[in-house]
């Protein structure tokens, strides 16, 4: 059954030149494994003779050393192709998470698990198959082998064959539930583990973390069970595989005794026999690369899965002075037919209650997120900063001039007016630091946020929440800064301070995702319910 | 590794069932070669083909025998490997959450890490067990065969293979350097990818999608180069393998001839040895092979990460009972270490039930340590904190957490009912205590939204916004019995209305309320304030500070800068 990861598993195997290589060095040492049992036989038969021929030990040598060395240079070269194709996949799926953007449809944890654990299984896909079909080839080619030496060889031989296959296919049916369920829980409990480590500090100050570690475990039964199922599948299977093989081999032996017996066969081929056999019967040992294989299009899936999602359409951002208009814009629940416009260099405050969708606001107004319906008209290039910036980059320098090319020294300007240089300068090894290994508050990290956006020059400054976690007397110091380094720009603030909204030419209040009302933070403050917003009715 | 082997060994009776199984394993491997070997010996090349018939169909009755251990030992791997999988996520995940230290949160990336290493562990220690048991068992087994059909030539056997071994020996120190390497940079992308997707927001405000496209694809690349680094020592070392595994069989039929020609050797007996060289011990030697350099040096590898993501924890247990609910501390300093600025400086107070202090002062400035050295999270370095006559982190522990409650700015949410959350802290509050609670706080609405307790949350209160997921940390915190509430910061994300609304809630609760000020209306609503300026605590009314503080004047300006009468401070 063809599943939607086996098209990306195709393109995978076929960009790279180097599965050709593999498969001419397996052909090489395949064959020269293929010719060894009777270069065996005909030295047993030789040692058996009493005389030392040097031709039959020197050829027998030559036949191991040609398979000894292909196996060398396969597994130089599978582990090359692997790597490669995994690495491939890895650059793809992390381009396309990066261009679909925030909000992403997939959750952090679960695309990081896809870029890490899944293009590691389908980056094998090439060498699996490989293996798999040179397993085949050496099974006919023993078959054959055994045919050369006596029909009948090959006769009792085929008889198994189907069921070989009969093994085969039950197995690929068994697996795949099992795979997929232990995966499932296993992500599940990654997330658990995920949202109690993000409230650990709630878990340490309760002393809940026995509790909380249950919490986490709660799914553990169930991925015991899955990999349960899976062990008995396997266990069924080698059952089958360990009476199998001995079979077939007593069975060749006993027809390759009888040819010994009426002279048709030497001692030797006896030896020869067994070990075609053992060769032919090689796809069944090659039972771990079926469950390979399952596991290779299951995480095939979810790549495609990810490479699938259409990007959502954004607008390009047209060069102008920094105009921002809303009509009728709807999102989801959270923002219900906005209409607003802000005009070039104007100071806008958001206002609103938790929850009434001024951050969604802020979002859309700087086209970070699409709407569901309604028109957006925007111009000037668009400086973000939050009120938690994740920060980006290799060194803290990096994640101010993060996403553009600017040298040190604007680096030192921008930090300089998000108020934050004096404690860069403190770090380790200053603007150099590994991001890791600097220890930065809430309100440091704000601020370095807030010197990421200022470094861009944009015409438009969103500042969602930006200045939450810094004092006022800070954020005093922040907003007088922000003016100074970049007059004039349009500026939109979410803020719950009076103060800022205070100091804005226009406040827009929302209420429950609606505008409530747009004015100046002085005729705003007649209603009662404005007022609520700041001092909570009292 | 001691934590690891000390799992397997609870597990003693599974791996010793597991390990009876293989005996029977190794049967077919003992008597293999022989039965063949006589088969012709007596039967075919004797003219008797019934005989050889018979000597083949016992064969075949071992290798029965043998595949039924096989079996066994499958289906058994899941009674050992399973449950010390468990029992290893079980350590994890608690060593994760009880480290006391946060300095080191591990993040997204950091718990997809955990999974991956724990899956490692768990396939290795199936394929060693697997693997490792059957070469011994096997190996031996063919040896001592050979040495009973043809014992003249057992040196020519036993050198080779114990020459491979040993060069093997030797290769392993560089191999599992490379392998290290190959897993740190498998660790490095994973934290590149983990940073650049869980800042996905950040990096499509940045527009710098180029940008973290190339820091993830550099550690992608080197962690491919890596791989083949270490499949290069691989093909090394397996041909080593298999030189060893292929010279005795060489050896064999070189020296035989003369052995054959003097009837030292029957054709039986040359025949036993090759099928056990053959059949037996090369198939065991590569499965060495494989084993040791890639599993065990996995599984060597991922044992020590998880260890490190997961110290064990053994911090001493305090048993002193407080003799009331009174906080009493007495020139507390603090500093994250010697030479380090102290965040706090000769502090001394007295928190009385009733007491609401609001704490306020620059960001950045070490405001949560306060928290924590009231919750008992850490020590001071000097001076004391006492609760009730006894030092706060020494106290019994379920004592403490149960009179002391502590909101942090990050809330914590779990996939489950909103009532399995409220009810975190306060397993026994009823439905009405909740509601009540939810009303006091402010997050009827929200509730109402929800869809009431029953309504389901998703991983990391998806769906909620920060705001929100505070208010229901808020009432978790609120329907529990706690005597001391210590709010730290845990309002930012709702509006001033809501803050006032919550903190009134709070005080009018009986006992001690701390609240870590995000805002300076906060200051306004206690009886008390406490400000943190780097230097020695200052302490009084919002009246006398005012009076006497300049820092704290200028804070209160900068809160109003415009002194418009339309935007007065809240009134207390």
Known sequence: MAKPGDVLLFSVVRRDHRPWFLLLNAAVATTGGLLLPAALAGAVDMALSGEFVLFTVVWLLLLAATEIVGDAIGIVLAATITSRATAWLRRELSRKLLSLGHPSPFAAGDAVSRVTGDCGNAGGIAVTLITLLVTAVSSVGAVVALALLDWRLAVVFAVSVPLAMLLVRTHMQLTADDVLAYQEVSGDVSARLLDAVSGRRTIAAAGIAGHETERVLRPLPRLAAAGAGMWRTQAKMMWRAGLLLPAVEVAVLVTAGFGVMEGRLTPGDVLAALGYAALGMGVVGQIPQLTALERTRASATRIAEVLGTEVPARPAVLPGAGVLELREVTVGTALRDVTLSIPAGSFAAVVGRSGSGKSTLAAVLGGLSAVDSGTVRRDGAIGYAFERPALLGTTIGRSIGYGTDSDEIQVRDAAVAAQVHDVLIRLPQGYETPLADAPLSGGEVQRIGLARAIIRDPEVLVLDDATASLDTVTEAKVDKALTTALPGRTRVVVTHRPATAARADVVVWLDDGRVRGTGTHRELWEHEDYRAVFTGGE | ?572
């Not at chain 2, 036993?158 to 060069?167: D, E, R, Y």
């Open chain 2, 1 to 572: 590794m001691r934590f690891y082997l000390s799992t397997l060994a609870g597990h003693r009776r599974g791996v010793l069932v597991l390990l009876g199984w293989s005996m029977l394993e190794g049967i077919p491997a003992f008597f293999g070669g022989r039965l063949v070997g006589t088969a012709v010996d007596k039967g075919f090349a004797a003219g008797n083909p019934l005989a050889g018939v018979l000597w083949l169909l016992s064969f075949a009755a071992l290798a029965v025998v043998g595949a039924l251990g096989q079996r066994q030992v499958f289906a058994r791997l899941g009674a050992v490997v399973e449950p010390m999988r468990d029992a290893l996520v079980t350590r994890i995940v608690r060593g994760v959450l009880s480290d006391p230290t946060h300095r080191r949160t591990p993040d997204a990336s950091a718990v997809a890490m955990i999974t991956r290493h724990v899956e490692v562990v768990r396939d290795a220690t199936a394929g060693v067990l697997v693997q490792a048991r059957a070469l011994l068992v096997t190996t031996v087994a063919a040896l001592i065969g050979i040495a009973t059909t043809a014992a003249a030539l057992i040196w020519l056997v036993v050198l080779p293979i114990v020459a491979a071994l040993v060069l093997f020996g030797l290769l392993l120190p560089s191999l599992a350097k490379r392998q290290r390497d190959a897993v740190m940079a498998d660790e490095r992308t994973a934290e590149a990818s983990g940073a650049v997707l869980t800042g996905l927001r950040d990096v499509a405000a940045c527009d710098a999608s180029a940008e973290a496209y190339r820091d993830v694809a550099r550690q992608v690349d080197q962690q491919a180069r890596a791989t083949v680094t270490v499949a290069w020592a691989n093909a090394l070392r397996a041909t080593v393998i298999a030189i060893g595994g292929f010279a005795p069989i060489a050896l064999l039929v070189a020296f035989a001839p003369p052995l054959v020609a003097s009837g030292q050797l029957t054709t039986g007996a040359v025949l036993a040895a090759v099928v056990y060289l053959t059949n037996s011990v090369n198939p065991a030697l590569h499965g060495l092979a494989r084993t040791t350099s890639t599993v065990v040096m996995r599984l060597m590898v991922a044992l020590k990460r998880l260890q490190e993501a997961a110290p064990r924890t053994d911090g001493a247990i305090g048993a002193e009972t407080p003799a009331n609910g009174e906080f009493v501390l007495r020139d507390v300093t603090f500093g994250w270490s010697p030479d380090a600025e102290p965040v706090l400086r000769g502090l001394s107070l007295d928190l009385r039930p009733g007491d609401h202090l609001a704490v306020v002062g620059p960001s950045g400035i070490g405001k949560s340590t306060m928290a924590s050295l009231l919750t008992g999270l850490m020590p001071p370095g000097n001076g004391s904190v006492l609760f009730g006559g006894a030092p706060v982190d020494q106290v019994t522990p379920a004592v403490r957490h149960h009179a002391i409650a502590l909101i942090p700015q990050e809330t914590y949410l779990f996939t489950g009912t909103v009532r399995e959350n409220l009810t975190l802290l306060a397993p026994r509050a009823t439905d009405e205590d909740l509601v009540e609670a939810a009303k006091k706080v402010g997050a009827t609405p929200l509730l109402d939204r929800l869809g009431g307790l029953g309504a389901k949350l998703g991983h990391g209160g998806e769906g909620l916004s920060a705001g929100e997921a505070q208010l229901l940390a808020l009432a978790r915190v609120f329907v529990t019995s706690a005597s001391v509430v210590i709010l730290d910061e845990a309002t930012s994300h709702l509006d001033p209305a809501a803050e006032a609304r919550v903190e009134r809630a709070f005080a009018q609760r009986e006992g001690i309320l701390v609240v870590i000020a995000h805002r300076l209306s906060s200051a306004l609503r206690a009886n008390r304030v406490l400000v943190m300026d780097g230097g020695k605590p200052l302490l009084g009314t919002h009246e006398h500070l005012l009076k006497t503080s300049a820092l704290y004047g200028q804070l209160m300006l900068a809160w109003d800068p415009t002194h418009r009468e339309e935007t007065p401070l809240p009134k207390r």
